[in-house]
Protein backbone atom coordinates (compact mmCIF):
# COMPACT_ATOMS: atom_id res chain seq x y z
CA UNK A 1 0.00 0.00 0.00
CA UNK A 2 1.13 3.84 -0.92
CA UNK A 3 2.07 5.46 2.40
CA UNK A 4 1.94 9.76 1.83
CA UNK A 5 3.91 11.65 4.80
CA UNK A 6 3.05 15.56 4.74
CA UNK A 7 4.25 18.18 6.90
CA UNK A 8 5.59 15.59 9.53
CA UNK A 9 6.75 16.71 12.78
CA UNK A 10 8.06 15.55 16.12
CA UNK A 11 8.55 17.43 19.31
CA UNK A 12 10.08 15.75 22.38
CA UNK A 13 9.27 18.97 25.21
CA UNK A 14 11.89 21.52 23.07
CA UNK A 15 13.72 19.27 21.07
CA UNK A 16 12.58 18.84 17.58
CA UNK A 17 12.98 14.89 16.63
CA UNK A 18 11.69 15.28 13.05
CA UNK A 19 10.89 18.48 11.39
CA UNK A 20 8.96 18.99 8.62
CA UNK A 21 8.97 15.78 6.64
CA UNK A 22 7.62 14.58 3.10
CA UNK A 23 7.78 11.38 1.81
CA UNK A 24 5.52 9.19 -0.75
CA UNK A 25 6.30 5.62 -0.81
CA UNK A 26 4.47 4.07 -3.79
CA UNK A 27 3.16 0.37 -3.74
CA UNK A 28 5.12 -2.05 -3.48
CA UNK A 29 7.92 0.19 -3.27
CA UNK A 30 11.31 -0.18 -0.84
CA UNK A 31 12.42 2.92 0.90
CA UNK A 32 15.72 3.16 3.14
CA UNK A 33 15.81 5.62 5.82
CA UNK A 34 19.93 6.33 5.92
CA UNK A 35 21.29 8.66 8.11
CA UNK A 36 23.77 8.85 11.18
CA UNK A 37 23.03 7.84 14.85
CA UNK A 38 19.90 10.30 15.99
CA UNK A 39 18.90 12.02 12.28
CA UNK A 40 15.46 10.98 13.32
CA UNK A 41 14.83 7.79 11.46
CA UNK A 42 13.19 5.05 14.54
CA UNK A 43 11.31 8.30 15.38
CA UNK A 44 9.70 8.71 11.54
CA UNK A 45 9.09 4.78 11.56
CA UNK A 46 7.08 4.96 14.77
CA UNK A 47 4.88 8.20 13.74
CA UNK A 48 3.99 6.00 10.73
CA UNK A 49 3.27 2.43 13.24
CA UNK A 50 1.23 4.88 15.05
CA UNK A 51 4.22 4.17 18.46
CA UNK A 52 4.63 7.82 18.28
CA UNK A 53 2.48 11.32 18.39
CA UNK A 54 3.45 13.68 16.12
CA UNK A 55 3.08 17.54 16.69
CA UNK A 56 2.21 18.23 13.20
CA UNK A 57 1.29 16.73 9.59
CA UNK A 58 -0.64 14.32 8.09
CA UNK A 59 0.18 10.38 7.22
CA UNK A 60 -1.71 8.30 5.13
CA UNK A 61 -1.87 4.77 4.61
CA UNK A 62 -3.40 3.52 1.13
CA UNK A 63 -6.79 5.50 1.49
CA UNK A 64 -6.77 5.76 5.17
CA UNK A 65 -5.41 8.40 7.01
CA UNK A 66 -4.08 7.13 9.76
CA UNK A 67 -2.99 10.50 11.38
CA UNK A 68 -4.21 14.19 11.05
CA UNK A 69 -3.23 16.91 14.02
CA UNK A 70 -5.12 18.99 12.14
CA UNK A 71 -8.42 16.80 12.15
CA UNK A 72 -7.45 15.09 15.21
CA UNK A 73 -6.83 11.52 13.73
CA UNK A 74 -4.73 9.26 15.16
CA UNK A 75 -5.52 5.55 14.53
CA UNK A 76 -4.02 3.31 17.21
CA UNK A 77 -0.86 0.77 15.74
CA UNK A 78 -3.17 -2.23 15.51
CA UNK A 79 -5.56 -0.55 13.19
CA UNK A 80 -2.77 0.61 10.84
CA UNK A 81 -1.65 -3.09 9.13
CA UNK A 82 1.77 -2.17 9.51
CA UNK A 83 4.06 -5.09 10.44
CA UNK A 84 7.16 -4.01 12.52
CA UNK A 85 10.66 -5.67 12.95
CA UNK A 86 12.80 -4.08 15.14
CA UNK A 87 16.88 -4.54 16.00
CA UNK A 88 16.81 -6.11 19.24
CA UNK A 89 14.04 -9.11 18.18
CA UNK A 90 12.05 -10.17 21.01
CA UNK A 91 11.57 -13.70 20.49
CA UNK A 92 9.73 -15.07 23.37
CA UNK A 93 12.78 -17.88 24.25
CA UNK A 94 10.12 -20.76 26.34
CA UNK A 95 8.52 -21.32 23.04
CA UNK A 96 9.36 -23.35 20.03
CA UNK A 97 9.61 -21.56 16.73
CA UNK A 98 5.98 -22.32 15.69
CA UNK A 99 5.05 -20.76 18.54
CA UNK A 100 6.33 -17.36 18.59
CA UNK A 101 5.09 -17.63 14.91
CA UNK A 102 1.99 -18.81 15.66
CA UNK A 103 0.81 -16.48 18.75
CA UNK A 104 -0.47 -13.26 16.65
CA UNK A 105 -3.03 -15.52 14.37
CA UNK A 106 -3.97 -17.63 17.84
CA UNK A 107 -4.94 -14.21 19.69
CA UNK A 108 -7.19 -13.63 16.70
CA UNK A 109 -8.93 -16.80 17.15
CA UNK A 110 -8.07 -18.17 13.95
CA UNK A 111 -8.78 -22.08 13.19
CA UNK A 112 -5.86 -24.62 14.15
CA UNK A 113 -5.85 -25.55 10.65
CA UNK A 114 -5.26 -22.03 8.76
CA UNK A 115 -2.92 -21.32 11.69
CA UNK A 116 -0.60 -24.15 10.82
CA UNK A 117 -0.57 -23.43 7.19
CA UNK A 118 -0.34 -19.78 7.28
CA UNK A 119 2.10 -20.44 9.58
CA UNK A 120 4.23 -23.22 7.66
CA UNK A 121 3.99 -21.01 4.43
CA UNK A 122 6.01 -18.40 6.61
CA UNK A 123 8.44 -20.48 7.71
CA UNK A 124 9.47 -21.68 4.45
CA UNK A 125 9.59 -17.87 3.30
CA UNK A 126 12.61 -17.23 5.98
CA UNK A 127 14.19 -20.58 5.58
CA UNK A 128 13.02 -21.75 8.86
CA UNK A 129 10.68 -25.13 8.04
CA UNK A 130 13.20 -27.40 9.81
CA UNK A 131 13.22 -25.35 12.97
CA UNK A 132 9.27 -25.46 14.15
CA UNK A 133 9.88 -27.51 16.56
CA UNK A 134 12.64 -26.43 18.35
CA UNK A 135 13.02 -24.55 21.06
CA UNK A 136 13.54 -20.97 20.34
CA UNK A 137 16.37 -19.68 22.79
CA UNK A 138 18.44 -22.85 20.81
CA UNK A 139 18.37 -20.51 17.78
CA UNK A 140 21.58 -18.47 16.22
CA UNK A 141 21.08 -14.55 16.26
CA UNK A 142 20.44 -15.01 12.08
CA UNK A 143 17.95 -18.03 12.75
CA UNK A 144 16.18 -15.60 15.83
CA UNK A 145 15.88 -12.78 13.77
CA UNK A 146 14.32 -14.59 10.56
CA UNK A 147 11.77 -15.75 13.84
CA UNK A 148 10.78 -11.80 13.96
CA UNK A 149 10.80 -11.56 10.31
CA UNK A 150 8.25 -14.29 10.35
CA UNK A 151 5.90 -12.73 13.29
CA UNK A 152 5.88 -10.15 11.36
CA UNK A 153 5.09 -11.56 8.09
CA UNK A 154 2.71 -14.02 9.10
CA UNK A 155 0.14 -11.76 9.72
CA UNK A 156 0.50 -10.40 6.09
CA UNK A 157 0.58 -6.15 6.62
CA UNK A 158 -0.13 -4.22 4.37
CA UNK A 159 3.57 -2.31 5.47
CA UNK A 160 6.60 -3.64 6.56
CA UNK A 161 8.94 -1.64 8.46
CA UNK A 162 12.14 -2.94 9.82
CA UNK A 163 14.26 -0.97 12.20
CA UNK A 164 18.06 -2.21 12.19
CA UNK A 165 16.64 -5.57 11.80
CA UNK A 166 19.87 -7.18 11.03
CA UNK A 167 22.60 -4.53 13.38
CA UNK A 168 22.85 -7.90 15.85
CA UNK A 169 24.50 -9.99 13.23
CA UNK A 170 27.81 -10.70 12.04
CA UNK A 171 28.80 -9.25 8.86
CA UNK A 172 28.98 -12.04 6.85
CA UNK A 173 24.92 -13.12 8.13
CA UNK A 174 23.78 -9.73 7.26
CA UNK A 175 25.54 -9.33 3.94
CA UNK A 176 23.29 -13.03 3.41
CA UNK A 177 20.27 -12.18 5.35
CA UNK A 178 20.26 -8.55 3.25
CA UNK A 179 20.34 -9.95 0.38
CA UNK A 180 16.75 -12.61 1.40
CA UNK A 181 15.35 -10.00 2.83
CA UNK A 182 15.24 -8.16 -0.46
CA UNK A 183 14.37 -11.41 -2.12
CA UNK A 184 11.09 -11.96 0.38
CA UNK A 185 10.21 -8.17 -0.03
CA UNK A 186 9.96 -8.56 -4.19
CA UNK A 187 8.36 -11.43 -4.03
CA UNK A 188 5.62 -10.54 -1.85
CA UNK A 189 5.74 -6.90 -3.66
CA UNK A 190 5.58 -5.52 0.14
CA UNK A 191 5.94 -1.70 0.42
CA UNK A 192 8.91 -1.54 2.88
CA UNK A 193 10.33 1.33 5.58
CA UNK A 194 13.63 0.25 6.35
CA UNK A 195 16.36 2.11 8.45
CA UNK A 196 20.01 1.72 8.45
CA UNK A 197 22.49 4.04 9.37
CA UNK A 198 24.63 1.74 7.33
CA UNK A 199 24.82 2.89 3.50
CA UNK A 200 25.66 -0.82 2.26
CA UNK A 201 22.65 -1.78 3.85
CA UNK A 202 20.85 1.07 2.02
CA UNK A 203 22.54 0.33 -1.25
CA UNK A 204 21.56 -3.36 -0.96
CA UNK A 205 17.83 -2.81 -0.37
CA UNK A 206 16.29 0.10 -1.61
CA UNK A 207 14.27 1.29 -4.55
CA UNK A 208 14.85 4.60 -3.56
CA UNK A 209 16.79 6.08 -0.36
CA UNK A 210 15.76 8.62 1.90
CA UNK A 211 19.26 10.43 3.64
CA UNK A 212 18.05 12.02 6.83
CA UNK A 213 20.11 14.73 8.74
CA UNK A 214 18.57 16.44 11.66
CA UNK A 215 15.57 15.61 11.05
CA UNK A 216 15.03 16.44 7.79
CA UNK A 217 14.99 14.32 4.28
CA UNK A 218 18.08 16.32 3.15
CA UNK A 219 18.50 13.84 -0.54
CA UNK A 220 16.08 11.21 -1.76
CA UNK A 221 16.84 9.29 -4.77
CA UNK A 222 17.61 5.91 -6.04
CA UNK A 223 21.25 4.39 -4.51
CA UNK A 224 23.81 5.03 -7.89
CA UNK A 225 22.15 8.16 -7.46
CA UNK A 226 22.55 8.96 -3.65
CA UNK A 227 26.44 7.52 -4.42
CA UNK A 228 27.19 9.40 -7.69
CA UNK A 229 25.62 13.02 -7.04
CA UNK A 230 25.78 13.39 -3.37
CA UNK A 231 23.44 17.04 -3.00
CA UNK A 232 26.13 17.96 -0.27
CA UNK A 233 29.53 17.74 0.88
CA UNK A 234 28.25 16.80 4.39
CA UNK A 235 26.25 13.95 2.82
CA UNK A 236 29.31 12.99 0.50
CA UNK A 237 31.14 13.01 3.83
CA UNK A 238 28.78 10.37 5.20
CA UNK A 239 29.16 8.04 2.28
CA UNK A 240 32.56 7.69 2.56
CA UNK A 241 34.41 10.57 0.61
CA UNK A 242 36.83 11.40 3.11
CA UNK A 243 38.87 14.16 1.09
CA UNK A 244 36.71 17.11 1.62
CA UNK A 245 38.74 20.60 0.87
CA UNK A 246 37.39 24.40 2.21
CA UNK A 247 37.22 26.23 -1.34
CA UNK A 248 35.90 28.69 -3.40
CA UNK A 249 34.49 27.66 -6.61
CA UNK A 250 33.56 29.65 -10.09
CA UNK A 251 31.87 29.00 -12.91
CA UNK A 252 34.84 29.99 -15.84
CA UNK A 253 34.10 30.99 -19.22
CA UNK A 254 34.10 27.55 -20.56
CA UNK A 255 31.27 26.58 -18.43
CA UNK A 256 33.47 25.28 -16.00
CA UNK A 257 33.48 25.00 -12.74
CA UNK A 258 36.88 25.36 -11.26
CA UNK A 259 37.70 25.71 -7.21
CA UNK A 260 40.08 27.48 -5.39
CA UNK A 261 41.21 25.26 -2.40
CA UNK A 262 41.96 27.11 0.60
CA UNK A 263 45.43 28.03 0.66
CA UNK A 264 46.16 27.99 -3.11
CA UNK A 265 45.82 25.23 -5.42
CA UNK A 266 42.92 25.20 -8.13
CA UNK A 267 41.46 22.17 -8.68
CA UNK A 268 40.17 21.88 -12.53
CA UNK A 269 36.56 19.51 -12.52
CA UNK A 270 34.04 18.43 -15.78
CA UNK A 271 31.74 19.63 -13.52
CA UNK A 272 29.17 22.48 -15.33
CA UNK A 273 26.74 24.93 -13.14
CA UNK A 274 27.15 25.43 -9.43
CA UNK A 275 24.21 25.24 -7.07
CA UNK A 276 23.51 28.00 -5.23
CA UNK A 277 25.37 28.08 -1.55
CA UNK A 278 27.47 30.43 0.50
CA UNK A 279 29.82 27.87 1.07
CA UNK A 280 31.87 25.42 -0.96
CA UNK A 281 33.64 22.36 -0.54
CA UNK A 282 35.49 19.97 -2.96
CA UNK A 283 34.82 16.20 -2.45
CA UNK A 284 37.47 13.46 -4.00
CA UNK A 285 37.19 9.92 -3.04
CA UNK A 286 40.03 7.94 -1.56
CA UNK A 287 39.98 5.49 -4.97
CA UNK A 288 39.98 8.40 -7.46
CA UNK A 289 43.30 9.83 -6.12
CA UNK A 290 46.81 8.03 -7.79
CA UNK A 291 49.88 7.71 -6.44
CA UNK A 292 53.30 8.20 -8.43
CA UNK A 293 57.00 9.26 -7.18
CA UNK A 294 57.00 11.56 -10.09
CA UNK A 295 55.21 14.47 -11.04
CA UNK A 296 53.17 14.42 -13.71
CA UNK A 297 53.29 18.40 -13.84
CA UNK A 298 49.60 17.92 -15.09
CA UNK A 299 46.69 19.75 -13.28
CA UNK A 300 45.17 18.32 -9.82
CA UNK A 301 48.38 17.34 -8.51
CA UNK A 302 49.24 17.56 -5.01
CA UNK A 303 52.50 16.46 -3.44
CA UNK A 304 53.33 15.40 -0.27
CA UNK A 305 54.46 12.71 1.90
CA UNK A 306 53.45 9.53 3.07
CA UNK A 307 52.43 9.30 6.59
CA UNK A 308 50.65 5.86 7.12
CA UNK A 309 49.93 3.08 5.50
CA UNK A 310 47.65 0.19 5.99
CA UNK A 311 47.36 -2.91 3.96
CA UNK A 312 43.29 -3.80 3.45
CA UNK A 313 43.24 -6.92 1.41
CA UNK A 314 42.38 -5.62 -1.99
CA UNK A 315 43.23 -1.98 -1.19
CA UNK A 316 46.32 -0.21 0.73
CA UNK A 317 45.41 2.77 2.35
CA UNK A 318 47.81 6.22 2.84
CA UNK A 319 48.05 8.86 4.69
CA UNK A 320 49.33 11.53 2.67
CA UNK A 321 50.64 14.62 4.23
CA UNK A 322 50.60 17.75 2.03
CA UNK A 323 53.04 19.97 1.58
CA UNK A 324 50.85 23.18 2.10
CA UNK A 325 49.78 21.14 5.11
CA UNK A 326 46.03 19.27 5.29
CA UNK A 327 46.13 15.04 4.56
CA UNK A 328 44.92 13.06 1.70
CA UNK A 329 43.52 9.65 1.99
CA UNK A 330 44.28 7.44 -0.89
CA UNK A 331 43.25 4.13 -1.46
CA UNK A 332 45.70 2.03 -3.92
CA UNK A 333 44.69 -1.21 -5.76
CA UNK A 334 47.05 -4.32 -4.04
CA UNK A 335 47.58 -5.36 -7.63
CA UNK A 336 49.51 -3.61 -10.04
CA UNK A 337 49.89 -0.54 -7.90
CA UNK A 338 53.00 0.79 -7.02
CA UNK A 339 53.78 0.14 -3.62
CA UNK A 340 54.82 3.47 -0.83
CA UNK A 341 56.69 3.22 2.30
CA UNK A 342 56.32 5.84 5.25
CA UNK A 343 58.75 8.74 4.48
CA UNK A 344 58.39 8.09 0.63
CA UNK A 345 57.59 11.77 -1.54
CA UNK A 346 55.06 11.11 -3.71
CA UNK A 347 52.60 13.14 -6.17
CA UNK A 348 48.49 12.42 -5.97
CA UNK A 349 46.83 13.44 -8.69
CA UNK A 350 42.63 13.43 -9.87
CA UNK A 351 40.92 13.50 -12.91
CA UNK A 352 39.18 16.53 -13.23
CA UNK A 353 35.58 14.77 -13.41
CA UNK A 354 36.43 13.10 -10.31
CA UNK A 355 36.25 15.97 -8.16
CA UNK A 356 32.91 17.35 -7.19
CA UNK A 357 32.05 20.38 -6.11
CA UNK A 358 29.18 20.39 -3.77
CA UNK A 359 27.49 22.98 -0.91
CA UNK A 360 28.75 22.09 2.20
CA UNK A 361 25.10 21.16 3.48
CA UNK A 362 21.71 21.27 1.85
CA UNK A 363 20.42 24.85 2.01
CA UNK A 364 17.63 24.25 4.50
CA UNK A 365 13.94 24.78 3.06
CA UNK A 366 13.61 27.21 6.17
CA UNK A 367 16.38 29.23 4.48
CA UNK A 368 14.77 28.74 1.23
CA UNK A 369 11.81 30.34 2.05
CA UNK A 370 13.48 33.09 3.88
CA UNK A 371 15.56 33.83 0.63
CA UNK A 372 12.18 33.87 -1.52
CA UNK A 373 10.13 35.80 1.10
N1 LIG B 1 11.38 9.78 24.07
C1 LIG B 1 12.26 10.71 23.71
N2 LIG B 1 12.42 11.85 24.42
C2 LIG B 1 13.29 12.81 24.05
N3 LIG B 1 14.09 12.72 22.97
C3 LIG B 1 13.99 11.63 22.22
C4 LIG B 1 13.09 10.54 22.55
N4 LIG B 1 13.23 9.59 21.59
C5 LIG B 1 14.17 10.01 20.74
N5 LIG B 1 14.64 11.24 21.10
C6 LIG B 1 15.65 12.05 20.39
O1 LIG B 1 15.20 12.25 19.06
C7 LIG B 1 16.28 12.18 18.15
C8 LIG B 1 15.97 11.17 17.07
O2 LIG B 1 15.94 9.88 17.67
P1 LIG B 1 15.75 8.56 16.80
O3 LIG B 1 15.59 7.43 17.74
O4 LIG B 1 14.66 8.78 15.81
O5 LIG B 1 17.16 8.49 16.06
P2 LIG B 1 17.69 7.40 15.02
O6 LIG B 1 17.94 8.13 13.73
O7 LIG B 1 16.79 6.23 14.98
O8 LIG B 1 19.11 7.05 15.65
P3 LIG B 1 19.86 5.62 15.84
O9 LIG B 1 20.55 5.33 14.53
O10 LIG B 1 20.84 5.90 16.93
O11 LIG B 1 18.83 4.58 16.21
C9 LIG B 1 17.50 11.84 18.97
O12 LIG B 1 18.24 13.01 19.18
C10 LIG B 1 16.95 11.30 20.26
O13 LIG B 1 17.81 11.56 21.35
MG1 LIG C 1 17.01 4.25 15.66
Known amino acids: MKITIEN ?27 GKSGCGKTSTMRCIAGLEEPTAGRITIGDTVVFDAAKGINLPPNKRNVGMVFQSYAVWP ?7 VAYSLKLQKLPAAEVKSRVAEVLELVGLSDFAQRGASLLSGGQM ?11 RPSV ?17 LRV ?25 LADRIALMQGGRIVQIGGPTAIYNEPASASIAHFLGVSNIFDCTATVGADGYVTAVRTGGEVIRTEQRGLATADDFKACIRSEDLVLSNVSGGGTNEFSGRVAVTSFQGSSIRYAVTLDNGGELDVFAPTKGAERFAIGDRVFASVAPEN ?18 A
Not at 94 to 100: D, E, I, K, P, R
Not at 145 to 155: F, I, K, N
Request: glycine share 2%.
Open 8 to 34: LQLRYGNFTAIENLNLEIDEGESVVLL
Open 94 to 100: HMTVFQN
Open 145 to 155: QRVALARSLVM
Open 160 to 176: LMLDEPLSNLDARLRDR
Open 180 to 204: ELREIQLSLGLTTVYVTHDQQEAFA
Open 355 to 372: VQVLPADVVRQARLQEVA
